[in-house]
């Protein structure tokens, strides 16, 4: 069974940092492309930034660039994002997922319809950017 679980997220003021990470088991996450997404309420569902497994590039969607670093330690089969700079217009419930196509990454350019379409996925974490 393909699983990931998350950890991370909360509440940070504007300008913060948080760190969301995801254990994978049952599948190893280097034979993966993987990412992160995000849903805020009202707001359509966003990809946010993913490692391609056909060239191992990361790639970010553009209102993140320059503020968060997605990671994969393969020895501990984890992946990670770092939120630098964090603003309100970030506040979202945020997924981990994996899967064996590109749509993870696809994700970054035409969103995403439902967590069921990947492979495995985490259960979510808050993330809220408040004062």
């Known amino acids: 069974q393909l699983q990931l679980v998350e950890s991370g997220g909360g509440l940070v003021q504007p300008g913060g940092s948080l760190r969301l990470s995801c254990v994978a088991s049952?599948?190893?996450?280097?034979?993966?492309?993987i990412g992160w997404v995000r849903q805020a309420p009202g707001k359509g569902r966003e990809g946010v930034s993913c490692i391609s497994s056909s060239d191992g590039s990361a790639y970010y969607r553009e209102s993140v660039t320059g503020r968060f670093t997605i990671s994969r330690d393969n020895a501990k089969n984890t992946m990670s994002l770092q939120m630098n700079n964090l603003k309100p217009e970030d506040t979202a419930v945020y997924y981990c997922?994996?899967?064996?196509?590109?749509?993870?990454?696809?994700?970054?350019?035409?969103?995403?319809?439902?967590?069921?379409?990947?492979?495995?996925w985490g259960q979510g974490v808050q993330v809220t950017v408040s004062s």
């Open positions: 997922a994996a899967d064996s196509t590109p749509y993870v990454c696809g994700a970054l350019y035409g969103g995403w319809t439902k967590l069921q379409d990947f492979d495995a």
């Open positions: 049952g599948f190893a996450l280097d034979t993966y492309s």
